[in-house]
Nanobody, 122 residues
Framework: QVQLQESGGGSVQPGDSLRLSCVAS????????EAWFRQPPGKEREFVAL????????FYADSVKGRFTISRDNPANTLYLQMDSLKPEDTAVYFC???????????????WGQGTQVTVAS
């Protein structure tokens, strides 16, 4: 099973930006879909964004649309999440995931990273 490792989290102020990275141990299949989820304190894991590995079609949660951008570097097997105009409600542990369905359900993903903490506070 592929190993995924996130990095780039941290503590920032509202309005700041962060870029998360997720490096995979293996090249994805042509139909692979990679996504970012997050788990706010005391809440369930929620969908953030996803992208097809080939073709680049992306989809975002309404809560982050226009502020976050998902992208990938295919040769480097790396997924990114550029987060701009961060808000306190973006505070969460962020996870990257890999699956084969174009889906916002966490159940569609069978490989997960360990997560990276993002804290947005004044």
């Amino acid at each position: 099973q592929v190993q995924l490792q996130e990095s780039g989290g941290g503590s920032v102020q509202p309005g700041d930006s962060l870029r998360l990275s997720c490096v995979a141990s293996a090249r994805p299949f042509s139909r692979s879909v990679e996504a970012w989820f997050r788990q706010p304190p005391g809440k369930e894991r929620e969908f953030v964004a996803l992208i097809r590995w080939h073709g680049g079609s992306a989809f975002y949660a309404d809560s982050v649309k226009g502020r976050f951008t998902i992208s990938r570097d295919n040769p480097a097997n790396t997924l990114y999440l550029q987060m701009d105009s961060l808000k306190p409600e973006d505070t969460a542990v962020y996870f990257c995931a890999r699956g084969s369905e174009y889906s916002s359900s966490h159940q569609a993903y069978d490989s997960w990273g360990q997560g990276t903490q993002v804290t947005v506070a004044s």
